[in-house]
């Protein structure tokens, strides 16, 4: 995780993550599948990310605060691609009153 995320943890407890079944262990993939709930034949969700509020079983610590990803070797491929700064990261940590400045720095 890039260090501003390793205090945020936000993103993980904002958005449903779903990706190909064919990246879940079932499959020969690397996501654990005791974390992993099953959308449809193609798809799958990591745990938790479909709750109210949303946030990831595979999550850590104190959102906020200090997190860690559990899984971070294995995690999905839209975790791999969620980009520390991108308009969604933004706007997900401005609607938990979080300050952007850090990551700007
Ligand atoms: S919301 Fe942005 S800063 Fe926070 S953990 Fe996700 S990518 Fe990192
Ligand atoms: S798998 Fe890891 S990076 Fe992806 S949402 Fe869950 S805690 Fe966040």
Do not use: K
Request: hydrophobic share 35%.
């Amino acid at each position: 995780m890039f260090t501003v995320c390793q205090s945020c943890g936000i993103c993980c407890a904002s958005f449903r993550v779903d990706f190909a079944v064919e990246e879940s262990q079932e499959q020969g993939g690397s996501v654990p599948e005791g974390l992993v709930v099953e959308v449809n034949a193609r798809l799958r969700r990591m745990r938790g990310t479909d709750h109210s509020p949303p946030r990831c079983a595979a999550l850590t610590g104190t959102l906020g605060e200090r997190v860690a990803c559990g899984i971070y070797e294995w995690r999905p491929s839209p975790c791999r691609e969620f980009e520390a700064g991108s308009a969604a990261c933004l706007q997900a940590r401005t609607r938990r009153g979080l300050s952007n400045a850090l990551l700007f720095e």
